[in-house]
């Protein structure tokens, strides 16, 4: 496993912009995918959007297509989600995640079940 550790959540506005941050203890060819989840009060645990450490795939839920995006700092070993045009849907602890790369896809990656690696969450929080 490897040790993860997100940050950027708050509170903020419907319309206004987050930066999420997760930084990897290592980045290593065997945890090639890092995801972002959410989760809401009393609802489970919902992906958001999820890329690679080599050759940068991604891929988003539809309920945040278009308006975050997921980025990579090999260097830093950062893994970013910038979140624009935040509804008070989004509102949620955001976590992020890692995972083996055990299948071609990516497309494969957006059930948290094919992570083993997770940080402790930031909290977002969206008023309207």
């Known amino acids: 496993q490897v040790q993860l550790v997100d940050s950027g959540g708050g509170l903020v506005q419907a319309g206004d912009s987050l930066r999420l941050s997760c930084v990897a203890s290592e980045r290593t060819f065997s945890r090639d995918v890092m995801g972002w989840f959410r989760q809401a009060p009393g609802k489970d645990r919902e992906f958001v959007a999820a890329?690679?450490?080599?050759?940068?795939?991604?891929v988003y839920a539809d309920s945040v297509k278009g308006r975050f995006t997921i980025s990579r700092d090999n260097a830093k070993n950062t893994v970013y989600l910038q979140m624009n045009s935040l509804k008070p849907e989004d509102t949620a602890v955001y976590y992020c995640?890692?995972?083996?790369?055990?299948?071609?896809?990516?497309?494969?990656?957006?059930?948290?079940?094919?992570?083993?690696?997770w940080g402790q969450g930031t909290q977002v929080t969206v008023s309207s």
């Open positions: 995640a890692a995972a083996q790369r055990d299948y071609s896809s990516i497309y494969n990656y957006r059930m948290a079940t094919r992570y083993d690696s």
């Open positions: 890329t690679t450490w080599r050759g940068g795939s991604t």
